[in-house]
């Protein structure tokens, strides 16, 4: 138990004390003078005295009350954050799953947002080639929602920078890979979930290779404790797509989405059509938290002084007539 203002409880502990040294007194000197009368004590008496001390003993409980008591209780719920990672690639605006990839990913993402509660920050990271920071986690939903809506395709893949960015948006510092592929440490972060929107096409990035690969950046993900849930956008059959003038074969990769999952302990969700996308939302598991959260016991203490006061008076009264 903790207490928000202790010199209000010691004051009145003080009040308390005095009360009861100025009662132990007074009974005292009461029954010298009786016995010096030679009067033997009333019954009454009794009465008085269990009075006195149920007013003192009522004091002493107001005086804790007044210190603002309280509790601390360990409370379970829906908390932390959770990075919503768009592919925004080319390939994204491939028609196999309609009205388009992207457009399916991002009803999916806005009804994922609209199923959260408010203790759920969210951001969004949108990637092409590196990753793209749209909207920094915040409780203010409808902003991620708007960023979300605001998503258009193109650019290639790069699913290892996507990574990397989601996971600086959820430490608020940027993420990087050492030069010679070394994993950093970032933190412990078990309350946090990247949900990653993607068909997976050219996970490598462009010619040359200069994105994360994406084994590197779910290893910093796996370290830090932060799940990955992987939904793959697109379907096995696969479509061709109109790229800067090309006409590209696109399908889904599920074999790397499905890779960064387990190698983070999260889940892959396969989602061919929006049907299966609009059920993300209820399927992904967040994890819950547990927080220690104050309880107030004031009122309590003040029921059991009020209780212990009228005690003391109804005694008094009962056994003197008199109220003091």
């Given at each position: ?44 008496g ?17 005086a ?22 768009m ?7 491939a ?21 959260q ?39 290639g893949?790069?699913l290892?920078?996507a ?95 499905k ?8 889940a ?57």
């Amino acid at each position: 138990m903790s207490l928000a203002d202790p010199v209000f409880l010691a004051a009145g502990l003080l009040v308390a004390a005095a009360l009861a040294v100025a009662a132990i007194v007074v009974a005292r000197r009461r029954a010298a003078a009786l016995a010096a009368a030679g009067v033997a004590p009333a019954g009454g008496g009794r009465g008085r005295t269990a009075g006195v001390w149920c007013t003192i003993a009522g004091v002493a409980v107001l005086a804790v009350a007044v210190g603002g008591p309280s509790a601390s209780v360990p409370v379970s719920h829906a908390s932390g954050t959770v990075i919503l990672a768009m592919d925004v690639s080319g390939s994204m605006a491939a028609t196999d799953v309609a009205p388009s990839r992207l457009d399916a990913a991002k009803q999916a993402a806005v009804s994922f947002i609209n199923a959260q509660p408010p203790t759920v920050d969210i951001g969004v990271v949108a990637f092409q080639q590196g990753g793209l920071e749209a909207a920094l986690p915040t409780a203010d939903h409808s902003t991620v929602t708007a960023a979300v809506r605001r998503l258009a395709p193109g650019g290639g893949t790069s699913l290892g920078d996507a990574i990397l960015a989601a996971l600086s948006a959820i430490t608020h510092k940027t993420v990087v890979v050492g030069s010679n592929g070394s994993v950093p440490a970032i933190g412990y972060w078990p309350s946090a979930t990247i949900v990653l929107f993607s068909d997976g096409g050219g996970a490598t990035g462009a010619a040359g290779g200069t994105d994360t690969g994406t084994a590197t950046a779910a290893a910093v993900a796996q370290k830090a404790g932060v799940h990955i849930d992987t939904v793959g956008v697109g379907t096995a059959a696969g479509t061709t797509v109109d790229v800067d003038g090309y006409h590209l074969f696109t399908a889904l990769d599920d074999a790397t989405l499905k890779s960064i999952s387990q190698d983070t302990g999260g889940a892959y969700h396969p989602a061919s059509d929006a049907s299966q996308l609009n059920g993300i939302a209820s399927s992904i598991d967040l994890r819950l938290t547990v927080t220690n959260q104050p309880l107030p016991l004031a009122g309590a203490f003040i029921a059991l002084a009020l209780a212990l006061l009228v005690a003391g008076a109804v005694l008094t009264v009962a056994r003197t007539g008199r109220v003091v």
